[in-house]
């Protein structure tokens, strides 16, 4: 199917269904006492179990995190104006149907919206097919969330959506700290 025709189909079951959260939200805007800050994160992962754990430690990080298990539910929610996405955090296998590269390329041809790639696989084919994307980066699952964290905000701050995050720096005398 073309992408034109994809992202249509996209557009118009948001409009039948009425539904912009078309996968599951495990944080909303204020929960964490980030205020008008928080950045929104769709996580894009056809392993239920790995959504859910992932999006309960991004949202400790302070990120609201919409979730959505295929590429279809992926383009309709990035498209979606309500809620707004900050970022995309793409698994490259989602299953049947299509895959997180294409999805990835689709999305970024609608929108502009940094992109990580976050997924198990490395071996060189999957991570050429990735490089071929316009992306912020590749994250390996199980790399630690102080990793994932870093890069999400190194992605949105080159982005332009870093508003409100501390940006971290180095003195010699005092070691990393932030302000």
């Known amino acids: 199917m ?19 959260d078309h996968g599951g939200r495990e944080s909303k805007q204020g929960e964490t006492g980030v205020g008008a800050s928080q950045k929104t994160i769709l996580l894009v992962d056809d392993d239920a179990l790995v959504a ?29 104006d309500e809620p707004r996405i900050d970022l995309i955090l793409m698994d490259i296998d989602l299953g049947e149907g299509i895959d997180g590269t294409d ?31 316009p992306s912020c980066g590749y994250v ?7 990793l994932l964290t870093a890069t999400i905000r190194r992605a949105l701050e080159m982005h332009g959506n870093a508003r ?16």
Request: hydrophobic fraction near 40%.
């Open 140 to 146: 390996v699952k199980g790399t630690g969330i102080a």
């Open 164 to 179: 409100g995050f501390t940006k971290p720096t180095r003195s010699p005398e005092q070691g990393l700290k932030m302000h």
């Open 103 to 133: 999805t990835a390329k689709l999305i970024l041809r609608a929108r502009s919206i940094p992109l990580i790639f976050l997924s198990s696989h490395t071996e060189m084919e999957i991570m050429k097919k990735a490089e071929a994307v």
């Open 52 to 80: 859910r754990s992932q999006s309960k430690l991004l949202a400790k990080q302070g990120f609201a995190v919409i979730t959505a298990s295929n590429g279809t539910e992926a383009i309709a929610a990035a498209l979606s």
């Open 2 to 20: 073309p992408a034109r025709d994809i992202i249509a189909l996209c557009r118009r079951t948001k409009a039948v269904t009425g539904n912009s």
